[in-house]
């Protein structure tokens, strides 16, 4: 994102739009390039608990709207943006569509022609299943020649093996945001998870963690839980995070872990994430953990 970011050449005058409820890796690369740039970051607030009205963010892009950045599944809730219609909103002003795919790739469907999103990047190591160390990025076509990356090395040149330290000529496609000798073992060990995914199918695994995630929030509500995820179905993901009032989350948390039950405490809520490797026995395993911690 941060090559991607300094690859967008911005001036004062303009902005960004993104949400105040974004992962920090979404949002960085723009606070920075604003603070270079003197073009105005505006982030849209999320209400008490990390919710963002899309139409808001909709209603901040105008005619100076140089880039949204989102993260199309929100990580601390599981809220998930509509890419289309933020596309349609945002290109109808002249704005690029930048998303963080880090929570949504593996788990939710995401076609990024249908979509139109100018460019996604996401991390390997969430839903995905890959391995730390190596992320994916989509430049749509139509930018593939006209952005010049912000991180270079000497793999960013089209023929690197003439090892020319007197031009630099990019390739013609998105390769030329792949800078330098990369994690070979690690994008293979990609490349084989998505491999597993796709034999799969997106939709099949969008089921299976959705009926775990369903289970999971009504017998978490019939304990006391308030659920911090959105539960319409649009707006939904397999993430489940909540609160039970007066209680610590990340106490809770730190003994689901120990009981071997592994979630996250994220912003005073306990996000579950249930995925492909995750069975019914293991929600009954988190919620009678729960049921002892909570007695
Ligand atoms: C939406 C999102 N983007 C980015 C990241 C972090 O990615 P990286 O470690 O590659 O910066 C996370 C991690 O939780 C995330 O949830």
New binding site residues.
Partial sequence: ?SSFAWAVSLRKGQNIVGTDA?????IYPWQRVAEQSGCELRLVRGDGNGYVDPAEVADRIDDQTAVVSI?H???RTGQTYDLVSLARRAHSHGAILAV????SAGQVPLDVRESQVDVLVS?A??WLCGPFGV?VMYVAPRWQEQLKPGIVGWRSHANMWEFRADRLEYPKTARRFEASTMAYGCALGLAKAVDLLAHIGAPRILAHNQALADLLGRELLARGAVLVSPQHQAERSSIISVRFPGKQADEIARRLNAADVVVSHRVGAIRISPHLYNNESDVWKAVETLDAILA
């Fill in positions: 994102m974004a992962h920090p890796s979404t993260s599944v929100e990580y963080d795919a880090t929570q991390s190591y969430k992320a």
